[in-house]
């Protein structure tokens, strides 16, 4: 499993390489940043899928600060963040809205639009706009942790638990060859 992932994952040489990277290469090109085993996979993907939730283009940011944290393989956290593009952000957004308002008051509020600019000045809009988003900060930034923990805790397990899958799998397959070699006589 890791040779198939190691194919499509950025080289060491390429951050050492960077100029834009080498101040901190003493901090990025920790080993275990790179290494690729079942846990940092695991932990990777955790990370990712957390961190791909962040407002803004903090994702990749904030993703890297916490592979460096947990010391889980850094090009797979980053390339887990991507879960997030423009066609996903606003139903995973309205989802973590509903998740935040059920969480504080029972899924009693309901969502409301954002006003309209017809008939106001800017000014009056913006203040609108402003009492609008400040309605909805709760529940949404609630909503945004538990829908990025509740994401974290699922691919952690998923990778796990399919790790383990491709390994015991890997592993009936050499005894059934060995078996085989052998002529099927038992060791």
């Excluded at 951050?15 to 085993?37: C, G, I, M, Q």
């Excluded at 390339?79 to 423009?86: E, H």
Aim: charged letters at 15%; glycine letters at 10%.
């Amino acid at each position: 499993m890791k040779r198939k992932l190691r194919r499509y994952l950025p080289r060491h040489d390429a951050v050492r390489d960077n100029r834009w990277l080498r101040p901190f290469a003493s901090t990025l090109l920790h080993p275990r940043l790179w290494y690729l085993n079942r846990r940092s996979a695991a932990g990777a993907i955790a990370v990712g899928l957390f961190c791909g939730l962040v407002p803004g283009p903090l994702q990749m940011l904030s993703a890297a600060i916490a592979c460096v944290l947990f010391r889980v393989n850094l090009p797979l956290a980053l390339i887990a963040t991507l879960y997030t593009n423009p066609f996903t952000i606003v139903p995973l957004y309205v989802l973590a809205y509903g998740i935040g308002s059920w969480a504080i008051d029972g899924g009693g509020h309901a969502f409301a639009a954002p006003p309209e600019m017809v008939g106001m000045d800017i000014a009056g809009w913006s203040l609108a706009l402003a009492d609008w988003m400040a309605g909805l900060g709760k529940p949404l930034a609630l909503g945004l942790v538990l829908l990025a923990s509740g994401l974290a805790l699922t691919g952690y397990l998923l990778v796990r638990i399919s790790w383990r899958a491709w390994l015991v799998r890997h592993w009936h397959r050499r005894l059934a060859r060995n078996a085989a070699r052998r002529g099927n006589q038992p060791p």
